[in-house]
């Protein structure tokens, strides 16, 4: 009786198991239809180019911070100054090597990144926290300063702008907003892939064990001290190609200060609102901080505002309701963006906390 009792659980979980996969490999085609077929067939160059391509690619960049800050545990403010290096590294690849094509210096832009994130992740062996993220915080000033006191990495430009000079795969141009949203998504695509990769790898339960105990996972064999430095090294890759898609796909000219500690706070709030520990919860919270801020202008637009002569004092307003919005959300739904879907529709079939999704 017992025997039958296992196998009859033992065949409730195969199938469970089963219809979760294929609801999960459904939902993967759903967005691919959606990402390559549906959105480049509706949508606008100006939905495209203004809506579309920055919350995809500020989604990547949530992807480069989550897989250290929700997967591993770790603390980082300086996400935008990774991202510079990687804006930076792809301007001069592309400019100094034309003869590299532009998956290439993306990759290579990233792994630049990557090192630049292993150098500044080193104060993590030691300390951690509040101080950790002081540490990280000195990047993001150091990176501003390379970049605007020197003009060799922006070819000498007197205004310290970089622009690609190139934007094209195998010959087919990119300039257009479609081809600018196809290299966003395709790029967006392959960084998805890779987080899932490692997420689900022997380093990404590595990365939940230092996460919950660092001194545990010592014990038990993991090594803690490279873990953690793949772990900055990799979020540094991501956020590196971020930066060269937010320069080159959505502003088209760029200088330091497109980086500021303002796009790193941006990067820290998206993963907060879409959800630690989470990849698809990161586009969530990407499109909320890109649609906010149009959605109170738009508010603004059509309501009755003219006691507000000061158009400054319109804008204080606006950045107060989002302020409001953001505390409020994260007061009610502390798990995120993707939590709350994952209960409204049980898209996951996982409980809040134990999502690695």
Known sequence: ?????????????????TASLIRRLGLVAVALVATFVVIPSVATDYWLSSIVIPTIVMGVAG??????????????????????????????????????????????????????????GLPSLRIRGFYLAASTLGAQFFFEWLFTSYSWFSND???????????????????SATGRYL??????????????????????????????MDTAAGVIGIRVARRKLLSYGISSFVLGIAGALWAFAYLGTADAHAFSLDKSFQVLFIVLIGGTATIFGNFLGAAFIVLTPILLDRV???????????????????????????????????????????RLFGLFGRPAKASTQ
């Not at 009786?1 to 199938?15: F, Q, Y």
């Not at 637009?301 to 003219?306: A, F, T």
């Open 63 to 120: 992807i480069g911070l989550n897989l250290l800050m929700g997967y591993t545990g770790l603390v980082s403010l300086g996400s935008a100054a990774f991202m510079s290096v990687g804006a930076f590294s792809t301007y001069n690849l592309l400019l100094r090597a034309p003869f590299l094509p532009l998956p290439a210096v993306l990759v290579l832009a990233g792994v630049i990144a990557a090192a630049t994130g292993v150098f500044f």
């Open 183 to 212: 290299l966003v998504a395709c790029a967006a695509a392959l960084v998805v892939l890779f987080a899932f990769a490692v997420v689900h790898s022997r380093v990404g339960r590595e990365w939940a064990a230092i996460r919950d």
């Open 157 to 175: 430009s007197q205004s310290l702008t970089i622009s690609a000079p190139r934007l094209q795969i195998f010959g087919n141009d990119l300039q």
């Open 300 to 342: 603004a637009l059509y309501s009755d505002l003219s006691f507000l002569a000061d158009q400054g004092a319109l804008a204080n307003i606006q950045h107060i309701l989002f302020g409001v919005i953001i505390i409020v959300l994260l007061i009610k739904e502390p798990d995120g963006l993707s939590a709350l879907l994952r």
């Open 1 to 17: 009786m017992t025997s039958l009792n296992d196998a009859g659980a033992e065949a409730c979980v195969g199938n469970a198991t």
